[in-house]
């Protein structure tokens, strides 16, 4: 693993293309208290593969988003937030019969987060390899991704197909490793997976405290 501009293909579109999920995160509306203690909750658009798309359209680069939303109102509504941010969503199916996920975060009064999610399944988890745009995954320069799209399937196998296709483009591999433990079966089949592709990234993305898991 190598992590400097000059792993950076010499050809290429500049497309930076984000696999993963995108859902609707309930922030409360007020702060430092748990979520059984929010008077309230605001929806706004989450998901850390679609919160770098969007970042990198608004930084001034080239992005587009691969992944499963719902057919339902919540599903367009996150389709229509990767339009207006200038996103491409030519890598985006939606599913009739999921719905898009939820998750409820806040940050409690001791600093701890605090996460709720509601998956069972949710459409992100049911992309598939078929569901796969292999020609936008073969144009981008930068194709970047998280872990949790491995926890189940059909969604892993669409992941690892994913970055096999881009590799062998010659993409850039970026991971963010972004550990989710509540949405894990346990700690040690999150580590299992995360590391499992580990070391096919060029670039990691990680912060300290979830190294110790």
Same mark, same amino acid.
């Given at each position: 693993?190598?992590?400097?501009?000059?792993?950076?293909?010499?050809?290429?579109?500049?497309?930076?293309?984000?696999?993963?999920?995108?859902?609707?995160? &309930?922030? *409360?509306?007020?702060?430092?208290?748990?979520?059984?203690? +929010? *008077?309230?909750?605001?929806?706004?658009?989450?998901?850390?593969?679609?919160?770098?798309?969007?970042?990198?359209?608004?930084?001034?680069?080239?992005?587009?988003?691969?992944?499963?939303?719902?057919? =339902?109102?919540?599903?367009?509504?996150?389709?229509?937030?990767?339009?207006?941010?200038?996103?491409?969503? =030519?890598?985006?199916?939606?599913?009739?019969?999921?719905?898009?996920?939820?998750?409820?975060?806040?940050?409690?009064? =001791?600093?701890?987060?605090? &996460?709720?999610?509601?998956?069972?399944?949710?459409?992100?988890?049911?992309?598939? *390899?078929? =569901?796969?745009?292999?020609?936008?995954?073969?144009? +981008?320069?930068?194709?970047? !991704?998280?872990?949790?799209?491995?926890?189940?399937? *059909? /969604?892993?196998?669409?992941?690892?197909?994913?970055?096999?296709? +881009?590799?062998?483009?010659? /993409?850039?591999?970026? !991971?963010?490793?972004?550990?989710?433990?509540?949405?894990?079966?346990?700690?040690?089949?999150?580590?299992?997976?995360?590391?499992?592709?580990?070391?096919?990234?060029?670039?990691?993305?990680?912060?300290?405290?979830?190294?110790?898991?």
């Amino acid at each position: 693993m190598a992590s400097n501009a000059s792993l950076l293909p010499a050809t290429g579109s500049g497309l930076i293309v984000s696999f993963g999920e995108m859902l609707i995160d &309930f922030v *409360p509306t007020a702060s430092g208290v748990s979520l059984a203690e +929010a *008077p309230g909750f605001l929806k706004a658009p989450g998901g850390a593969p679609a919160n770098v798309a969007i970042a990198v359209s608004r930084l001034g680069g080239k992005s587009a988003f691969v992944g499963k939303l719902g057919d =339902d109102e919540f599903g367009h509504m996150l389709a229509g937030i990767l339009k207006e941010n200038n996103v491409r969503g =030519d890598g985006i199916n939606f599913d009739k019969g999921a719905r898009t996920a939820l998750a409820f975060v806040t940050l409690r009064a =001791d600093g701890e987060r605090e &996460f709720m999610f509601y998956r069972n399944p949710s459409a992100d988890m049911l992309l598939t *390899p078929e =569901d796969l745009n292999l020609e936008l995954i073969r144009s +981008a320069k930068v194709f970047h !991704y998280g872990s949790i799209s491995l926890i189940v399937e *059909p /969604c892993r196998s669409a992941h690892l197909k994913a970055m096999e296709v +881009a590799k062998d483009a010659g /993409c850039l591999l970026s !991971y963010d490793p972004n550990l989710r433990l509540p949405l894990w079966p346990s700690p040690e089949e999150a580590r299992k997976q995360i590391l499992s592709i580990w070391d096919k990234a060029d670039l990691i993305k990680s912060v300290m405290w979830s190294w110790n898991f």
